[in-house]
């Protein structure tokens, strides 16, 4: 015959397991992201814009890192004509030099949205 207890145990720890992650990110989930802009070089830029508007970058900053990296790895092309014709290093290391921190600025939005860039595979920000 079946022993009952054993099941009903055994289906408790089941859920508790298959649940935890759910438990364990209360608290956590609802905290908006809050990436921290407020760096040196973010503080003496005259006018307080990214390398394109913000919206832009919020939604596409991922794919213009990928463009970056396939001009240079096809076309040898190092720099980036922005949409208001100012010209960058199209490197990682523009990124940081105004943003200065991946912990404090990239990593807040990831961790919150879940994202792991396999990027980081490769390449190592500060
Ligand atoms: C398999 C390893 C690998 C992975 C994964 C990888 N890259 Fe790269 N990336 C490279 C190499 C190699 C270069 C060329 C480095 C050079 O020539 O200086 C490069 C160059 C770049 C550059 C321009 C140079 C610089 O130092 O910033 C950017 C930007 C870039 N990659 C972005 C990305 C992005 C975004 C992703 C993820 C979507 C990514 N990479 C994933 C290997 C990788
Ligand atoms: C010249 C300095 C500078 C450079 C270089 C720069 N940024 Fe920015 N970035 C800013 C500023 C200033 C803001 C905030 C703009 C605002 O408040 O509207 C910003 C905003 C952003 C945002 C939106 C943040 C939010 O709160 O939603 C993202 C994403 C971003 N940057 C990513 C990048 C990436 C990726 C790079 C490199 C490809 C980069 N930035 C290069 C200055 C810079
Ligand atoms: C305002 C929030 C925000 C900020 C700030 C931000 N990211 Fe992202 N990033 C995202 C989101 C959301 C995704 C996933 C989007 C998707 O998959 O469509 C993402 C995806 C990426 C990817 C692609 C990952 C992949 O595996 O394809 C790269 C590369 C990346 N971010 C780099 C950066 C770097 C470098 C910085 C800091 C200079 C940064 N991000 C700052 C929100 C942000």
Known sequence: MYDGGKIIIGLIIFLAIVTFPFYSN????????????????IQELEEKKCIEPTGYMRANHMKLLKQWMDD????????????????YDSSYDTCMECHVSQKNFCDRCHTYAAVKPYCWECHELD
């Open 26 to 41: 209360i608290g956590k989930a609802n905290v908006k992201p809050a990436p921290d802009l407020n760096t040196p070089a």
């Open 72 to 87: 240079l790895q096809e076309f040898d092309k190092d720099t980036y004509k922005a949409s208001d014709c100012k010209v």
